[in-house]
């Protein structure tokens, strides 16, 4: 396929929704001289995030792959512990458990959700299984509630990577609070988006404390260390993966819109249901009965992955772009060194091969969306 420079896509696959909000929150910060680290922004975002999804305690970091590492690192997971994890996600879903010395265990998709397969997952415990680690994929929830099933039945953890889905829910329970603890995403292609940034959500005490130790060199601080005169008591091994007050600052602007983020995206895509829906050969991925999808992606399906790849030349030449979210990630380089023994991955591999993620953000307007959809339609006829 022809490479476009960012620059010359006449419609990216996201663009970020910002306004006088965001530029007033972080201009308070700066022009305060003081407090960009360890600000009061990022205890109130924590606090406010874990209002908005339901659960006692929330950890802001750096990124969503610093607060996946400190989840299982906060449970003292390691060498030689199995994790089961989807290969149909983000990279680092996989590479957390690898962060901790643990072993990653594929399980397949289902073809509904996109999500782990709860028929798949008892056959790949074993006595060395420690954790579960399912995706809310694309905005959509997993069927959490079933795979809650069994990782209670089998005494085992279980950790949402809900990075894709903040706000989706199942009967009004939102997702990171089905499970032991939530992770999100706050980078640039997200919902709710800093630029980069991550949260882990938690009703446990214990798991909190731990944390917030994991996050800032193990360190147990009463108020803010740079303004405090009292020698710090170092307590474990911990890691610099503190979000920033400015980082937070944008991130609570964009929590107090966060209900009209996804009701513009929900939206855009009933414009694309509508102006897609007699084309033969294209599939959706919808919300089953009870689940709210917030749609952080916006997918088709395509008969074959050979016209699946047709169609993204057919969009660039255009200038339109689409993406594939996502490869297998037991098929990636890295992942092929490890040799990891795992069952057949038949569904991740067919929604793999024809799954493609088309523009969605909250600003994206009819008549763009009119020039994706008549730009496949024409593609369509030909095929």
């Known amino acids: 396929m022809k490479k476009l420079s960012k620059n ?4 990216p696959l ?7 909000r965001e530029i007033e929150s972080i201009s308070k910060v700066i022009k305060r001289g003081m407090d960009w680290a360890i600000g009061s922004e990022i205890e109130q975002f924590e606090q406010n995030l874990a209002k908005y999804i339901g659960t006692k305690y929330c950890v802001a970091f750096n990124s969503g792959t610093s607060a996946g590492h400190a989840a299982l690192l906060s449970y003292n997971l390691g060498k030689n512990d199995e994790i089961i994890v989807p290969s149909f996600s983000f990279i680092a879903t996989a590479n957390w458990p690898l ?4 072993i990653p265990k594929f399980v397949d998709i289902e073809n509904t959700t996109f999500g782990m397969d709860p028929n798949k997952i008892e056959e790949s415990i074993t006595k060395k299984t420690k954790a579960i680690i399912p995706v809310h994929y ?4 997993c069927k959490i509630n079933e795979i809650k099933k069994i990782a209670k039945k089998h005494n085992l953890l279980l950790i949402e990577d809900a990075a894709e889905s903040i706000g989706a829910h199942i009967n009004k329970k939102k997702v990171g609070t089905f499970g032991d603890m939530g992770i999100f995403s706050f980078a ?5 988006t800093s630029g980069e940034g991550g949260a882990v959500v938690t009703n446990s005490k214990k798991q909190y404390e731990k944390l917030k130790l994991i996050r800032s060199h193990g360190r147990k601080t009463t108020g803010n260390y740079f303004s405090n005169v009292n020698a710090p008591t170092y307590l474990e091994l911990g890691f610099n993966w503190r979000m920033s007050s400015i980082t937070a ?6 929590l107090n819109k966060i209900e009209k983020l996804i009701q513009s995206r929900r939206k855009h895509v ?5 102006n897609l829906k007699k084309l033969n050969g294209i599939k959706f991925h919808s919300e089953p009965k009870d689940f709210m999808h917030v749609y952080q992606l916006f997918n ?4 074959s992955k050979k016209i699946r790849n047709n169609l993204m030349e057919f969009l660039a030449k255009k200038g339109i772009m689409s993406k594939v979210f996502f490869e297998p990630i037991h098929s990636s380089y890295h992942f092929k060194k490890y040799r990891l023994k795992h069952k057949n991955l038949i569904v991740t591999k067919q929604v793999s091969d024809t799954i493609l993620s088309l523009p969605m953000y909250p600003d994206l307007t009819k008549n763009e969306i009119n020039k994706i959809t008549d730009s496949i339609i024409q593609f369509m006829k030909k095929v």
């Open 8 to 11: 010359k896509w006449k419609i």
């Open 14 to 20: 996201y663009k970020v929704n910002n306004d006088v």
């Open 99 to 102: 962060m901790v010395n643990s």
């Open 138 to 141: 694309a905005g959509l929830p």
């Open 188 to 192: 640039g292609n997200k919902i709710l």
């Open 249 to 254: 600052a944008l991130a609570l602007s964009q």
């Open 270 to 274: 009933s414009q694309y249901h509508k």
């Open 300 to 303: 088709i399906q395509l008969p």
